[in-house]
């Protein structure tokens, strides 16, 4: 199953021309054509194509490619370590405040995952030795608190709410307090879904930023997203400044090509990636993982160390 | 919430596919490609592009078009061709009717649930309502504060409990009671669960068994940001459920929804509503011709 996809459309490319010995840049951009594609298929955002298609081609007539004997898999080989590189090269890790209590605020589109990544991060890090506390922000969503109580019980993670409270940066800063007094270290606010036009709603997370001055704002994005992917990570990013993204639903069979356009628009790194609706379903992100589904070359890397 | 930021989807568009047509002084290739790219970057899946701009092609040459204005009018037909199921598009009218709405996880199903509600009651029918998602957290009382709001009753079970067992209930209630409308939540699940779809396909056969009589019609829900993976959503779903139609949801936002154009190509299934917002009146019924009006208008 490795190398499908992709590979074969460009091994198809390439065989086409065998016996007229050196390949051409002809023989490139028809390459390009099928890595376009793959990326398009896979719901990599339009522009972003444009301009890693672009980049790929300036170094794949660089090399020594064409001259090469295995044209097609140096062509895979750059555009994989290309698209591995602009997901950030290596995992990144959440970033802690050095004066010991951490606010984690957690943001983004209706429905994308954040109240059940709430109580996926909380047990991820009382797994690594903190002590979490979450706060219900979402005062909209019918049921949301009752939600994120639950979630708590179910991670063993005391929840902060304000039942009859009607201002999400109050709440969030009355949970602040309560859990630097009660001796926790890490606060994760949930928040209701918002759409990143939505300028009252966004005026609402700047309040909770300002009144929090959390450490992490963490986008909270659906995998199986298309071309939007861009624009919700460009509105949140300009209108609230974020941290780090959080990938969800990638348990699915989406190729996940939004992971690669909000992190290329938004130069903001992807910390973790949601692969089922359980508590403990939350993976640090690898970008060599995500490159290869993206390429439709199998998920190679988790294949080598599940085995 | 989210008032106030309801420009149409449709508009914009419109708006792009304009500037491509009238930035351009001839109809040429180049015109055709960019084209392309406009109906590519609203998440219209590839052949459907491909099969839109050649059926253009063709057009223009056969019908002699030659005047940016012709074009536009010949998308737009092409377009409407594309998504236009005739009767399809209403949802039934017969009573008693059972709704069951499925769809992958945070698309929409639950608030689709009580915007549907809305309207039925609205047109004068009584509407029960099944809280068969055990499973999440907190859906049940979710569905229990819409139907508080709307003033429809809910049948619930405990979390964990089986949601057949709850559309058991639902059905015996709804009879009893002789509702006109039944409408199934059911739990958020990806396609390629098979455990998950295998439970989806005992809910159906429950209703076969327990409710014969009834008129029934299965939703599929789709946000309008999903990319290509709704077609492998229409696809399995279709599998394990005779889809009657699509509920497509957050149309206020940024995305595109050109899914719709890829799903009516590919797929006999109508979409039936629009979701337009989070509030329970935020529900339109989708009509084709307007769609592909709005497209170029
Ligand atoms: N399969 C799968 N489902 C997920 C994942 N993360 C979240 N979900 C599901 O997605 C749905 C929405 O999750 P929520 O946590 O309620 O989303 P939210 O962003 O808080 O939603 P709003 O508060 O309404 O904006 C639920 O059914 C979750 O169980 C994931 O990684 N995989
Ligand atoms: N902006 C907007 N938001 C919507 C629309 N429809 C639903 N939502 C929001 O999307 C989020 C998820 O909606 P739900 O109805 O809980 O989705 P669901 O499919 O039942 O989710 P699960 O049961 O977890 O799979 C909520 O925050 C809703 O308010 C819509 O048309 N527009
Ligand atoms: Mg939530
Ligand atoms: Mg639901």
């Known amino acids: 199953m490795a190398f499908e996809g992709l590979s074969e459309k460009l091994q198809g490319v390439f ?79 959440l970033t802690y405040s050095p004066r010991g209590f951490t606010v984690i605020l957690m943001a983004g589109l209706q429905g994308t995952g954040k109240t059940t990544t709430c109580g996926k991060l909380a047990n991820y890090l009382k797994k690594n030795g903190k002590k979490p506390m979450l706060a219900a922000c979402d005062i909209y969503r019918p049921a949301a608190i009752d939600q994120l109580e639950i979630v708590g019980k179910n991670v063993d993670v005391p929840v902060f709410t304000m039942r009859d409270c009607k201002e999400p940066e109050l709440i969030a800063e009355k949970a602040m307090k309560e859990a630097e007094l009660k001796g926790y270290d890490v606060l994760i606010l949930d928040t209701a879904g918002r759409l990143q036009i939505d300028e009252d709603l966004m005026n609402e997370l700047v309040r909770i930023k300002q009144r929090t001055k959390p450490h ?34 990638l348990d699915g069979d989406t190729r996940g090509g939004a992971a690669l356009s909000a992190k290329s628009v938004t130069g903001k790194p992807i910390k973790f990636i949601g692969v089922g609706e359980k508590f403990d379903a939350l993976e640090p992100f690898h970008p060599e993982r995500m490159a290869s589904r993206i390429l439709g070359m199998g998920d190679m890397m988790t294949l080598i160390e599940k085995a | 919430m989210a008032f106030g930021v309801k420009k149409s989807f449709f508009g914009r568009l419109q708006e792009k596919i304009e500037d491509v047509i009238f930035m351009r002084p001839e109809i040429d290739e180049e015109m055709l490609d960019e084209l392309e790219e406009v109906l590519i970057t609203s998440d219209i899946g590839m052949d459907t592009t ?237 009509d084709p011709a307007e769609f592909a009006e709005g497209i170029f208008e």
């Open chain 2, 50 to 286: 491909m099969k839109i701009t050649q059926k253009l092609r063709e057009d223009i040459k056969k019908l002699n078009i030659r005047d940016p204005e012709g074009v536009k009018t010949r998308i737009k037909t092409i377009v409407k061709e594309l998504i236009d199921k005739g009767e399809a598009h209403q949802l039934s009218e017969k009573t008693p009717l059972i709704i069951l709405m499925i769809g992958v996880n945070g698309g929409g199903k639950t608030t689709s649930i009580a915007k549907i509600a809305k309207r039925c009651k609205d047109q004068g029918k009584t509407v029960l309502l099944a809280a068969a998602d055990t499973f999440r957290a907190a859906a049940s009382e979710q569905l229990e504060v819409w139907g508080n709001r709307i003033g429809v009753n809910v049948i619930r079970h405990k979390e964990g409990a089986d949601p057949s067992a709850v559309i058991f209930d639902a059905i015996q209630s709804a009879k009893a009671k002789q509702v006109d409308v039944l409408i199934c939540d059911t739990a958020g699940r990806l396609q390629t669960k098979k455990n998950l779809m295998t439970e989806l396909e005992k809910m159906n056969k429950v209703i076969e068994r327990e409710y014969p009589e009834a008129d029934r019609e299965t939703l599929l829900v789709l946000d309008a940001a999903t990319g290509k993976n709704a077609i492998s959503q229409a696809r399995e779903f279709g599998e394990i459920a005779d889809i009657t139609g699509i509920v497509l949801t957050k149309l206020d936002g940024t995305a595109k929804g050109g899914i719709v154009i890829t799903i009516s190509d590919e797929f006999k299934m109508p979409v039936k509503f629009i979701g337009v917002g989070e509030g329970m009146d935020d529900l339109k019924e989708f």
């Open chain 1, 216 to 249: 992490e704002i963490l986008l909270v994005v659906d995998a199986m997203t298309g071309q939007d992917a861009v624009n919700a990570a460009t509105g949140f990013n300009e209108k609230l400044g974020i941290d780090g993204i959080i990938m969800t639903k």
């Open chain 1, 15 to 93: 065989k086409k021309l065998k016996g007229k010995g050196i390949l051409t840049e002809a023989d490139i951009n028809d390459a390009m054509r099928e890595v376009k594609l793959a990326l398009l298929e896979a719901d990599v955002n339009f522009k972003v194509v444009k301009q890693f298609v672009d980049s790929v081609k300036e170094k794949a007539l660089g090399q020594d490619v064409l001259a090469s004997l295995t044209p097609a898999q140096q062509v895979v080989k750059i555009v994989n370590d290309e698209l591995v590189s602009l997901m950030g090269g290596t995992n990144s890790k």
